[in-house]
């Protein structure tokens, strides 16, 4: 029995069974998969109820998982699962978890069941392989990704345990910056443009795959920046036109979405969304009332 102390005294809660079920339904998406390679065509197979109702936006300075606590422990504000981003190490199940790291995946790895699913789970050892049979040094990395439901938080940021709540998280590598830009000798204009094509493509998966599971809730953040070098100001704009401008492919799939951004990049962040946002508003706008 897998046994976890609640936050109440002499509590205790059995999660095992829980984590065998999300390391048995954690589920493999490869780089050729069609389901994803085709967001941009057609409805989701299955829609939120709500889909008539407008997206709710919300940008915080804590981390992801205390984000989600919030959300779960809020009903009145909790409608359907809870989507976590986790920007993963190609290789590596949960980075430098053991030796201290504190990156957002390792974090989920102290924090939460998540390493079951992705060292133990036969899609975890699929999505590790595919990787070290596509790597080819560029940076870039593939657009695979990993599904697990139902990962169990345990733990706090400082550590301290939680009564246990369930999240699903979609784990992908995101575009290794800092080597794509030593790594080709080319302009760099050029460089940023290949960058920023990869990154929003497979961005746009990633909302593909929240969207087709029925995740109502997202909790995402400036997903590649940190220690994969992206720019916050691209990855902020590339949220902003997948997800809000006008004829956003993904705009007004989700009920609402949280941008957990807790380190110094969040200002830049929600500065690049805003402006890409009101942008799409003006030129609505124009759209409407054309000057003559």
């Keep these: 029995m897998l046994s976890f102390a609640g936050q109440q005294e002499n509590t205790v809660q059995d999660i095992s069974a829980r984590v065998v079920r999300s390391r048995q339904e954690t589920a493999f998406y490869p780089h050729q998969s ?12 299955s829609s939120r109820p709500s889909s008539s109702t407008d997206t709710k936006f919300v940008f915080v300075s804590s981390s992801a998982l205390s984000t989600a606590q919030m959300l779960a422990s809020n009903s009145e504000h909790f409608d359907g699962s809870i989507g976590v981003l986790n920007a993963t190490s190609p290789k590596k199940p949960g980075g430098a978890y053991l030796s201290g790291g504190f990156a957002q995946e390792e974090c989920l790895a102290r924090q939460t069941t998540i390493i079951d699913s992705l060292q133990n789970s036969e899609a975890g050892a699929s999505f590790y392989a595919e990787h070290r049979s596509a790597s080819d040094g560029s ?22 345990r939680l009564s246990p709540f369930s999240v ?29 094509y990869v990154m929003k493509e497979r961005m746009a998966r990633i909302l593909r795959l929240f969207e087709e599971r029925g995740v109502g809730t997202l909790v995402l953040g400036a997903f590649g920046v940190g220690q ?17 401008v006008r004829d956003a492919r993904f705009r007004n799939s989700f009920d609402k979405v949280v941008f957990a ?29 054309p000057v003559d």
């Design 34 to 45: 069609p389901l994803l390679a085709n967001w941009s065509k057609g409805q989701p197979l």
């Design 139 to 160: 940076g870039f990395h593939d657009h695979s990704m990993l599904y697990s439901p139902h990962v169990v938080v345990v733990k706090d940021d400082k550590g301290r």
């Design 168 to 196: 699903d998280v979609l784990s992908c590598v995101p575009v290794n910056a800092s080597t794509v830009r030593s790594k080709f000798n080319i302009d760099a204009q050029y460089c940023e443009s290949g960058i920023r």
């Design 228 to 244: 994969f070098c992206n720019s916050p100001d691209m990855i902020g704009e590339l949220w902003a036109d997948l997800l809000f």
């Design 261 to 289: 951004l807790p380190g110094k990049h969040r200002l830049a962040f929600e500065n690049a969304f805003n402006s890409r946002s009101l942008e799409s508003d003006l030129l609505q706008a124009l759209d409407k009332d």
